[in-house]
Nanobody
Framework: QVQLVESGGGLVQAGGSLRLSCAAS????????VGWFRQAPGKEREFVAA????????YYADSVKGRFTISRDNAKNTVYLQMGSLKPEDTAVYYC??????????????????WGQGTQVTVSS
């Protein structure tokens, strides 16, 4: 498994931007696909975005498409989530996760076997 640490969360006004980082340590980071998930109080953890090992393409939840961008820098063992045009409904704890089992559906939470501790994002109206 790989160890993951998120950072970059905070309080921002609606319409603002934040960039989350997910730093990995342990086994070769480039062997893993990485996803971002979020969980709001009283709600299920939901998929936000994912990127495969080589970063050749990206996946997004419909709710963030066009506003969020996921990217990775394998040389730095880091994945980023650039969030723009933030809305109050984006308020949640954001988690990054890594997985290695073969799959083409990277939105499935069950694929991921390494999780970070989460970082709080709060968007005020």
């Amino acid at each position: 498994q790989v160890q993951l640490v998120e950072s970059g969360g905070g309080l921002v006004q609606a319409g603002g931007s934040l960039r989350l980082s997910c730093a990995a340590s342990g086994r070769s980071f480039s062997s893993y696909y990485v996803g971002w998930f979020r969980q709001a109080p009283g709600k299920e953890r939901e998929f936000v975005a994912a990127i495969p090992r080589n970063g050749a393409y990206t996946y997004y939840a419909d709710s963030v498409k066009g506003r969020f961008t996921i990217s990775r820098d394998n040389a730095k063992n880091t994945v980023y989530l650039q969030m723009g045009s933030l809305k109050p409904e984006d308020t949640a704890v954001y988690y990054c996760a890594a997985g290695s089992a073969p799959s083409s559906i990277l939105s499935r939470r069950a694929l991921y076997d390494s999780w970070g501790q989460g970082t709080q994002v709060t968007v005020s109206s």
